[in-house]
């Protein structure tokens, strides 16, 4: 995005410099990065920033609104709505694709938005590596609101450890050594002291839960929560798991609820011009004359799942819940990163923090996506190259 720094890093760029980031980045830990690792960050200039920034704060109006609550209770299925909800989430993720507008500008657009973690913890080493190999210039940090790495890391620790013992707060989610983004549970257990764990392997005794703690029967007062609802709907031979939608004696961050009320059931309620034009299936008095400009996403999926890029009256007429579909205005990707073949097209996700005292959340880091198929996900660029994931280095103000 920005031209000299692109123009200097693809002619610095060799096989043999990337072969020997990539070992550094591997040898985090060995054989748990499961997913691709793109060639290049993404250079992002301080304009660009500031209008992501903007459509941030304006979504964050709406989050922090008295009527937030009452507006998104529909959005949490009733089969998996948790008890003890917190007052807010302490994670959001904002995803933008850097889309071109209508004059040919490059502009953000809101592709989705999340109330739950991602790679929280493995990008604070992975955008250390990667600053080291881009040869990155000291007027560029991945780190937005003057954070560095160390308080970064520090609020992480606030926020999912607070003044607990570490060992009373476990990484929960399923099976987390198979999981693709299993990197990220590793490093965080480095960087927090906290133990990932099981679902299978909770103990429930009354409204307590333990864990096994190298043999000792431990209990837990915190849950950082990486475990995703809809996935564990579709999971099979579990057997008799702890029910976590019952009340029991322990804190969630983030709890989740929050997955569904900040999600694609938000999006209809924003308005911005750089988040698109979204509206409930079942909410819309006439269809749009040109369906072909749209997109039709189901609310209750993950990572992209039944997402119909083409839509036709046909697909409309087949949806037989309207109410869970939201039908979201097209946005034009911009082939903005050059590489040595064709150009690749790049989404910046920004991740914000919110501490129980905040007001607001605040934004502190980022990851970025490159994708040279029709969407941005390992399965539209198999056997490609100059894609999959990395981190955008935001021009300091």
Do not use: A, M, Q
């Given at each position: 995005m920005i031209k000299e720094l692109r123009k200097k890093f693809n002619a610095n760029f060799t096989k043999e410099k990337y072969d020997a980031y990539m070992v550094k980045m591997e040898n985090l830990y060995p054989g748990s990065l499961d997913f691709r690792n793109a060639e290049t960050p993404v250079f992002v200039p301080k304009d660009f920033t500031a209008k992501m920034l903007h459509a941030c704060e304006d979504i964050i109006d709406v989050i922090v609104d008295p009527k937030f609550i009452a507006l998104t209770d529909r959005g949490i299925p009733e089969n998996v709505k948790?008890?003890?909800?917190?007052s807010h989430t302490e994670f959001l993720v904002?995803?933008?694709?850097?889309?071109e507008n209508e004059t040919g500008e490059l502009e953000p657009q809101l592709i989705e938005m999340q109330g739950f973690p991602t790679l929280y913890a493995f990008q604070a080493f992975h955008s250390e590596l990667t600053a080291e190999y881009a040869e990155l210039p000291d007027n560029f940090s991945p780190y937005l609101n003057g954070y560095t790495k160390e308080t970064y890391i520090q609020l992480l620790k606030d926020i999912i450890v607070g003044d607990l013992n570490p060992e009373n707060v476990i990484l929960l989610e399923i099976f987390p050594e198979k999981q693709k983004t299993r990197i990220d549970f590793y490093c965080t257990e480095q960087?927090?002291?906290i133990k990932m764990v099981c679902l299978t392997k909770l103990i429930a005794e009354g409204d307590k839960l333990f864990y096994d703690n190298n043999g000792v029967k431990t209990p837990i007062k915190r849950i950082y929560n990486r475990v995703i609802f809809d996935d564990l709907q579709k999971q099979e031979d579990l057997g008799d798991v702890v029910d976590l939608t019952k009340p029991y004696d322990v804190e969630w961050a983030p709890h989740p609820n929050w997955f569904y009320r900040i999600s694609k059931f938000t999006l209809p309620f924003i308005e911005n011009p750089y988040v698109p034009q979204t509206y409930f299936l079942?909410?819309?008095k006439q269809m749009p004359a040109d369906l072909e400009n749209y997109?039709?996403?189901p609310l209750f999926s993950f990572a992209g799942m039944g997402v119909v890029i083409d839509v036709t009256p046909e697909d409309i007429e087949a949806v037989k819940d309207p109410e869970n579909?939201?039908?979201q205005k097209k946005v034009k990707y911009a082939d903005v990163i050059e590489t040595p073949e064709e150009p690749a097209k790049a989404e910046i996700r920004l991740f914000y923090f919110w501490k129980k005292e905040w007001d607001r959340?605040?934004?502190?880091?980022?990851l970025a996506r490159l994708s040279k198929g029709k969407m941005i996900g390992?399965?539209?660029n198999k056997n490609k190259e100059w894609v999959g994931g990395n981190v955008a280095f935001f021009e300091k103000p």
């Open positions: 948790v008890p003890n909800e917190s904002f995803d933008f694709g850097i889309c960087l927090l002291g079942n909410e819309l997109v039709l996403k579909w939201i039908l959340p605040v934004g502190v880091h980022n390992t399965r539209y």
